[in-house]
């Protein structure tokens, strides 16, 4: 393990229910890799099918970005403290479903990295078994930038 739970919630701002990632595991300036251990116990189950849980498939995608916005921030110091939002999603595909005792893996690269723009290349597996990818497009922005919140 590289980085706990507790060294994650440093880095992002995300809190329970919101905080997708569990563990990073692996980590250098252009590859990330993170685990979502899922439980029956999510709240998103209770609605999403009772009787027979999946995970939604936009918290796969929400677990993703998550992982790469550690990967962004810890490769370049500066981005810390910063905000993370989803430009564009592409070429999504959902393959399998993710289960209740499923241990999702998360594997992000960088396709290009800059200071305000970023672009990844994102795959989760359960086991060998690849279960989504994508390619996700954030730009990391100060938190008054983005909502207005400027002081006069």
Do not use: C
Not at 18 to 23: E, N, S, T
Not at 44 to 61: D, E, K, N, S, T
Not at 123 to 146: C, M, S, W
């Amino acid at each position: 393990m590289v980085m706990s739970n507790e060294d994650i919630q440093k880095i992002l701002p995300h809190r329970y229910p919101f905080l997708l990632i569990d563990q990073i595991i692996e980590l250098t300036n252009e590859k990330v890799v993170g685990l979502k251990n899922v439980t029956i116990n999510e709240p998103f189950f209770q609605g999403h099918f009772p009787g027979r849980p999946v995970m939604p498939g936009v918290l796969i995608l929400e677990a993703m970005a998550q992982t790469g916005g550690v990967m962004s921030f810890m490769s370049i110091p500066e981005n810390r403290g910063k905000l993370i939002y989803f430009m564009a999603i592409d070429k999504v595909k959902f393959r399998k479903m993710v289960l209740p005792g499923d241990q999702l893996i998360l594997e992000l690269v960088a396709l290009r990295r800059g200071n305000k723009v970023w672009k990844m290349q994102g795959k989760a597996f359960v086991g060998n078994n690849l279960v989504a990818e994508a390619e996700l497009t954030a730009a990391i922005a100060e938190d008054k930038a983005v909502t207005g919140n400027e002081e006069a």
